[in-house]
């Protein structure tokens, strides 16, 4: 069953509202719900929104998350959450702020938030990291997902068809995948917030290797580096290793200047079918 309109756009799913200094109530979307849980990187965002309220209150002038370090302590459900925030230190150059997110008094996920300023006309000095070679968007299909998977409507994905066997029944030897992403919101493109979002919105990239359906993120970092420019961003997911029961993933993101605009890495708990 499809959610109701309210909560679609990522800049009211959210948002927070002041309960006193450093408290903030919210109302996690079911927009934003993978298996009926909410999403990693949606929750990101939420605590995201706390920081940048409370170190604004406390004299910070930083605009942007740039970089974010999430523990995922337990399941949260669809529903009223708060976030309460404390500010570490307001700075020139950074600010640091710590925000937790709870339910019903239970801590749910706690994180560590590097606040600053990213420049609109920034130019790029030195770039190592490989815009992926991706086929063009209109020979990628469009990842529809399960029912469940309810991000799959505020995100238009298109999955490269070379990582994309696992759909049909094939695996890899290879744990990536690779293609478009787009926010689909009905209200915004890309910017430096919802880049945290976009970090976390690629399918497991154990999937191509058979993993099951049950992936659940235990620590999530994020880098957001550069304003992005454009609608679409090309995207690139992969498992850097797996061992008892644990993937290390990693994730690049880039504009349509071929910019690298966000990154992000993850430990997640991973579990394969007998035989796979």
């Given at each position: 069953?499809?959610?109701?309109?309210?909560?679609?756009?990522?800049?009211?799913?959210?948002?927070?509202?002041?309960?006193?200094?450093?408290?903030?109530?919210?109302?996690?979307?079911?927009?934003?719900?993978?298996?009926?849980?909410?999403?990693?990187?949606?929750?990101?965002?939420?605590?995201?929104?706390?920081?940048?309220?409370?170190?604004?209150?406390?004299?910070?002038?930083?605009?942007?998350?740039?970089?974010?370090?999430?523990n995922f302590?337990?399941?949260?459900?669809?529903?009223?959450?708060?976030?309460?925030?404390?500010?570490?230190?307001?700075?020139?150059?950074?600010?640091?702020?710590?925000?937790?997110?709870?339910?019903?008094?239970?801590?749910?996920?706690?994180?560590?938030?590097?606040?600053?300023?990213?420049?609109?006309?920034?130019?790029?000095?030195?770039?190592?990291?490989?815009?992926?070679?991706?086929?063009?968007?209109?020979?990628?299909?469009?990842?529809?997902?399960?029912?469940?998977?309810?991000?799959?409507?505020?995100?238009?994905?298109?999955?490269?068809?070379?990582?994309?066997?696992?759909?049909?029944?094939?695996f890899s030897?290879?744990?990536?995948?690779?293609?478009?992403?787009?926010?689909?919101?009905?209200?915004?493109?890309?910017?430096?917030?919802?880049?945290?979002?976009?970090?976390?919105?690629?399918?497991?990239?154990?999937?191509?290797?058979?993993?099951?359906?049950?992936?659940?993120?235990?620590?999530l970092n994020?880098?957001?580096?550069?304003?992005?420019?454009?609608?679409?961003?090309?995207?690139?997911?992969?498992?850097?290793?797996?061992?008892?029961?644990?993937?290390?993933?990693?994730?690049?993101?880039?504009?349509?200047?071929?910019?690298?605009?966000?990154?992000?890495?993850?430990?997640?708990?991973?579990?394969?079918?007998?035989?796979?």
């Amino acid at each position: 069953m499809k959610p109701s309109d309210d909560g679609r756009a990522l800049r009211n799913a959210a948002s927070v509202e002041p309960l006193g200094h450093g408290h903030y109530s919210l109302n996690l979307s079911p927009f934003y719900a993978v298996m009926g849980h909410p999403h990693g990187g949606y929750l990101q965002c939420a605590m995201a929104s706390g920081a940048l309220a409370l170190a604004s209150e406390e004299g910070s002038a930083h605009l942007h998350v740039t970089s974010m370090s999430t523990n995922f302590v337990r399941a949260l459900e669809l529903g009223p959450a708060d976030i309460r925030a404390r500010v570490r230190r307001v700075g020139r150059g950074a600010s640091f702020v710590y925000a937790a997110l709870y339910q019903d008094d239970v801590l749910g996920a706690e994180s560590l938030v590097t606040l600053g300023t990213l420049k609109e006309d920034s130019v790029i000095r030195y770039q190592d990291a490989e815009v992926p070679n991706v086929n063009p968007l209109d020979e990628c299909p469009q990842s529809t997902g399960r029912d469940d998977i309810n991000i799959l409507q505020v995100v238009d994905q298109h999955l490269d068809p070379a990582s994309t066997g696992w759909w049909s029944g094939e695996f890899s030897s290879r744990g990536d995948v690779y293609g478009w992403l787009r926010l689909d919101d009905g209200d915004a493109s890309w910017t430096p917030w919802s880049l945290l979002f976009a970090g976390d919105a690629l399918p497991p990239a154990t999937f191509p290797l058979g993993s099951s359906g049950w992936v659940p993120t235990l620590q999530l970092n994020s880098r957001v580096s550069r304003v992005p420019r454009g609608e679409w961003l090309r995207g690139r997911q992969w498992a850097a290793v797996i061992a008892d029961g644990l993937v290390d993933e990693r994730c690049e993101l880039f504009d349509e200047t071929g910019a690298l605009v966000a990154s992000s890495s993850q430990l997640a708990m991973v579990r394969f079918p007998e035989g796979r």
